[in-house]
Nanobody, 124 residues
Framework: QVQLVESGGGTVQPGGSLRLSCVAS????????IGWFRQAPGKERESISC????????YYAPSVEGRFTISRDKAKNTVYLQMNNLNSEDTADYYC?????????????????WGQGTHVTVSS
């Protein structure tokens, strides 16, 4: 049984930073592409980042490019999302997910296991 657990969310001021973690059990994250998604109140879920089976290949949505960094710690079976220079538009529930693909995809229906989410609020 695949289980993904996100953590690291919280409330920060604009310009602040957070690091989200996605810890896996039941799978070895080294063997899958991993996506980060977010869903803001009243909005659809959107893909914001992905890391392929190879750590050399990553994807970032234009809304987070240059501010967010995805990374993998193979020894800890964990994927991170470092979020810098946060603004109010980053307020959302954040989810990690695994796909059977070895390469990155932004299609939510390509992902077959999801974490429970962690909430981020950016507010003054």
């Amino acid at each position: 049984q695949v289980q993904l657990v996100e953590s690291g969310g919280g409330t920060v001021q604009p310009g602040g930073s957070l690091r989200l973690s996605c810890v896996a059990s039941g799978v070895t994250l080294n063997d899958y592409a991993i996506g980060w998604f977010r869903q803001a109140p009243g909005k659809e879920r959107e893909s914001i980042s992905c890391i392929s089976m190879s750590i050399d290949f990553t994807y970032y949505a234009p809304s987070v490019e240059g501010r967010f960094t995805i990374s993998r710690d193979k020894a800890k079976n964990t994927v991170y999302l470092q979020m810098n220079n946060l603004n109010s538009e980053d307020t959302a529930d954040y989810y990690c997910a695994t796909t059977a693909f070895s390469g990155c995809t932004t299609r939510q229906y390509d992902y077959n296991a999801w974490g429970q989410g962690t909430h981020v609020t950016v507010s003054s």
